[in-house]
């Protein structure tokens, strides 16, 4: 009976199609924000399992299969550069990531190993739930992303591709470029403590100029996150300056914490518009952006 969003950034296959496989019966509902032309140096893949932590589950190389469910408060180091087609020289990698059978309720950070760790977050979970998110990260040192989790988790890393070394995105350290709730920070003090979202509103946040991204970039990639809200809604992440879309990035349960991976255009003045139909707090976290 739920409702459950994730960001998929996939290659496409034969005739120009994408295969949906579901192993239960469900309703689909697909939205398109972007696309990758053919000679883009984004290297789509097919997708392969580089981590799970449960015993008895394989990975695409048997690397990382079985190792134990992350401590609370632990950090995971997995290599991604040189594994499932990522290249070894890799500059950042798109995983899905999800936790499973967690013992309390918490969180986990993606990162680039060598990084100090950031105060972000990619994915929000319950004791005993499963959650999935989409993750684009810079690798960091001797090609390794590092995986932390708040609470004692399973967890599953799933990659579909890589942006070589080179000119194109740009990943950089996660930040928080807004959170709404009170005595909460984020990288310059901007869009912090604004307040509970009201329903049917709109958001106006300012991404260039913040957090490493330069005034001419022409779309970024964040991870937007839902929290407090009063009912069953969605959000919509869409350029300022155009009409918005009857799309949605992510749906809100009552009293619920959900995350998603979303990669928009920057619209007018360098902003991104968060439109919300229910009242909720909003998180955005910035993990890179495509240069113009």
Do not use: M, W
């Not at 032309?37 to 981590?51: D, E, I, K, N």
């Not at 990522?86 to 936790?99: I, K, R, Y």
């Not at 918490?106 to 990084?115: D, L, R, W």
């Amino acid at each position: 009976g739920g409702t459950v969003p994730n960001a998929v950034i996939t290659k496409i296959g034969t005739n120009g199609n994408v295969c949906i496989y579901t192993n239960n019966t469900t309703h689909l509902i697909a939205d398109i924000n972007g696309y990758y032309p053919a000679g883009s140096t984004y290297g789509a893949l097919a997708p392969g399992r580089l981590l799970d932590t449960r015993a008895g589950q394989p990975t695409v190389d048997g690397q990382f299969s079985g190792v134990g469910a992350l401590g609370g408060g632990s950090t995971l180091e997995l290599q991604v550069a040189a594994r499932a087609g990522v290249a070894a020289d890799a500059s950042a990698v798109v995983l899905n990531v999800t936790a499973t059978n967690p013992g309390g309720a918490g969180f986990i950070t993606v990162f680039p190993c060598g990084s100090p760790q950031p105060t972000v977050s990619n994915l929000n979970f319950v004791a005993g739930q499963t959650v999935p998110n989409a993750v684009v990260t810079k690798i960091g040192a001797g090609g390794k992303v590092c995986i932390f989790s708040s609470q004692p988790t399973d967890v599953i890393a799933d990659v579909n591709g890589f942006y070589p070394a080179g000119p194109g995105f740009s990943a950089i350290q996660p930040a928080r470029l807004l959170d709404s709730r009170p005595a909460q920070t984020t990288i310059d003090g901007q869009f912090n403590d604004i307040g509970i979202r009201p329903t049917d509103s709109i958001t106006e946040l300012h991404v260039t100029g913040r957090a490493g991204v330069p005034d001419n970039a022409t779309a970024v990639v964040l991870n937007i996150t839902a929290t407090q809200a009063t009912s069953n809604g969605y959000i919509t992440v869409y350029p300022c300056g155009t009409t918005p879309p009857t799309v949605s990035n992510l749906n809100t349960t009552p009293g619920g914490t959900v995350p998603n991976a979303v990669i928009t255009k920057i619209g007018t003045n360098g902003n991104v518009c968060i439109y919300t139909n229910n009242t909720t707090h909003l998180i955005a976290d910035i993990n890179g952006y495509y240069p113009g």
